[in-house]
């Protein structure tokens, strides 16, 4: 391209030395060789806008093929996965019925290892139910019947068996039945009727004691025989005849025997009183309490504050209750029986 400017300008010299040279033709000259120029660099410009495009073109080729082999990698990988996870699902499918056996096995296990823990709590329960029940049909014991049952429940309630809730159920309208009773205060009654026994001797009886018929008087010691024997004559004298103001209550005279018997019976009846509040028998203890409240009436001075006291007091003992209705007990100790007994019938 240099040569053919330099041969352009050696004949545009030429062709100025030489006469006639048209300016127009110049003007040609010059913008042609502009256009050429302007063309030779366009040119230029284009082919490296090519040679960028070409390597851009080839960059994009090692792109694609790389990004053709990662997936072909991820394809592969991708059928490796899916192949793997047939195999996990196939083996998935099987875990329930694995589960299943496994279960199985567990609560046969556990089934034996908790068989004889179960067996000897319910043992215990029973034993506890039948001790509550005899306290209360022989000894009347509502307190000791009711914490051996709560023991009971307590000793089933450690149990997860559906076997016994039935019997827990018994158990504890048996329980509420129990707590209903009004225990009497055994112990303040017997206390009562000790205090009325201990004020026995110091009751006034009916009559006038024959011990106190005659009167009392000092009399000097006599100095002579003569003395003495007339002494004893006006003692002899004076007894057979005595004169003394004396209530129609106490008009009859008792003898110290008849006395003390009448204490004796009273206290005998009071000791039966108690007797039967220990038991406790409460026809026994209303009959003995009504029987010394007749006695007491009947051969001791109620006029007397002491025995109008002791008579208030039979009173308020015989309207006490010592031997209130109970409840029946003892069904769910026999719901249990039932149900160690099927225990032991199952292999």
């Given amino acids: 391209m240099s040569a053919e400017i330099e041969s352009l300008s ?6 100025r030395s030489g006469p006639g040279v048209s300016p ?38 090692a792109v694609n093929d790389q990004l053709s082999t990662r997936l072909q990698t991820l394809a592969a990988d991708l059928e490796s996965s899916r192949s793997t996870w047939r195999t996990e699902l196939r083996g998935l499918r099987e875990v329930p019925g694995q589960l299943d056996a496994l279960s199985r096995g567990v609560e046969e296990l556990r089934a034996r290892t908790e ?21 209360l049909r022989l000894e009347r014991d509502v307190g000791t019947a009711i914490v051996a049952m709560e023991s009971a429940d307590a000793r089933l309630a450690t149990l997860d068996d559906p076997a016994v809730r039935e019997v ?48 009392d008087q000092p009399e000097v010691e006599a100095q002579g025989t003569l003395e003495r024997a007339w002494r004893r004559i006006r ?17 009859r005279l008792i003898t110290q025997e008849e006395e003390s018997l009448r204490r004796q019976h009273l206290e005998l009846l009071l000791f039966g009183a ?8 409460g026809t026994a203890y209303a009959q003995s309490l009504r029987a010394a409240d ?6 001791f001075d109620t006029s007397k504050p002491p025995v109008e006291a002791a008579s208030r007091e039979l009173a308020a003992l015989e309207l006490v209750i010592i031997e209130p209705p109970l409840p029946s007990v003892g069904e769910a100790g026999r719901l249990l029986q039932g149900v160690i007994r099927g225990a032991s019938a199952t292999p």
């Fill in 10 to 15: 050696t004949d545009l010299k030429s062709r």
């Fill in 24 to 61: 127009m033709l110049v003007a040609l000259v010059v913008l042609g060789l502009l256009l050429a120029v302007y063309a030779h660099w366009r040119f230029g410009q284009f082919d490296k806008r090519i040679d960028r495009v070409r390597g851009q073109v080839a960059e994009l080729r």
């Fill in 115 to 135: 068989a004889p823990q179960r067996a000897w709590v319910r043992a215990e329960a029973l034993y506890l139910m039948e001790l509550a029940e005899r306290r």
């Fill in 168 to 215: 827990r159920g018994k158990l504890a309208l048996e329980l509420a039945a129990l707590r209903a009773v009004t225990v009497p205060d055994i112990a303040d009654v017997l206390m009562r009727i000790g205090r009325l026994e201990d004020s026995v001797p110091g009751l006034p009886v009916i009559g006038m004691p024959a011990s106190q018929a005659r009167r």
């Fill in 235 to 251: 003692a002899a004298l004076r007894d057979l005849v005595s004169l003394r103001r004396i209530e129609p209550a106490t008009a």
């Fill in 274 to 281: 108690r007797v039967a509040a220990m038991q406790p028998d």
């Fill in 294 to 299: 007749v006695w007491l009436r009947q051969y």
